[in-house]
């Protein structure tokens, strides 16, 4: 049986969004982060010592988005998993924009705002992180005028990833009433049952 490891309260949030967004059966193994990472029995499913991983009877993979594509391909169809090549690579396209071209400057905020003791934080590398957020966000916002999801009509493995990495947004303060197309769909996206159940997990 599928195993998912990893808090909840995490980046392994998203696989366990991904893996309810299927309907898989699948065991929640909640490492924490409080050291467990770095335990040997969890360095041999992930040598990184980070959250989350799976182990899909046997086939161990790490790093959240390739989890969640994988995830999406072996068990998803169409149009969650896209069915053309060109569909698949927009979901590839806006999963990896996701990782790097927003979730560096939302994890700083998120360390000099709230999660560094208070003396570490650096209120200007936050400030710093929310102006280097502005122009992916513009571009995000300026996609989703007029389409409801990123590859078009349909809600796909893309808003998923996608709206996984900006779920961080509204929790750490970051003003989005400046992008309101963006706004109202990572909104969509949150309200899903899937991404809903994803707080009662550990
Ligand atoms: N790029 C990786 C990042 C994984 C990562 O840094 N996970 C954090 C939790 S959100 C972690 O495991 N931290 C514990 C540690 O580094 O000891 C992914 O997306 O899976």
């Not at 808090?7 to 998203?14: L, N």
Request: net charge neutral; hydrophobic share 40%.
């Amino acid at each position: 049986m599928l195993k998912v490891y990893g808090t909840s309260m995490s980046r392994a949030g998203r696989a366990l969004w991904a893996a309810e967004e299927l309907g898989l059966k699948f065991e929640h193994v909640p490492v924490g982060l409080d050291g467990s990472t770095r335990k040997p029995e969890h360095l041999r499913l992930n040598p990184n010592g980070h959250i989350p991983v799976i182990d899909d009877d046997g086939t161990i993979v790490w790093e959240s988005m390739a989890i969640n594509l994988y995830l999406a391909e072996k068990y998803g169809k169409a149009p969650f998993w896209p069915s053309s090549p060109a569909d698949r690579a927009r979901a590839y396209q806006w999963s990896f924009w996701g990782m790097t071209e927003t979730e560096p400057h939302l994890i700083a905020v998120f360390r000099n705002r709230m999660m560094l003791p208070k003396e570490q934080r650096d209120e200007q590398a936050a400030t710093n992180a929310l102006e280097s957020l502005k122009a992916p966000l513009k571009v995000l916002d300026e996609h989703l005028k007029g389409r409801p999801h990123l590859l078009g009509p349909d809600y796909t493995v893309a808003d998923l990833n996608v709206a996984s990495v900006l779920l961080l947004a509204p929790m750490i303060g970051v003003n989005l009433s400046e992008v309101p197309a963006a706004q109202a769909w990572l909104e969509k996206c949150l309200a899903r049952p899937a991404a809903q159940k994803i707080g009662g997990y550990k």
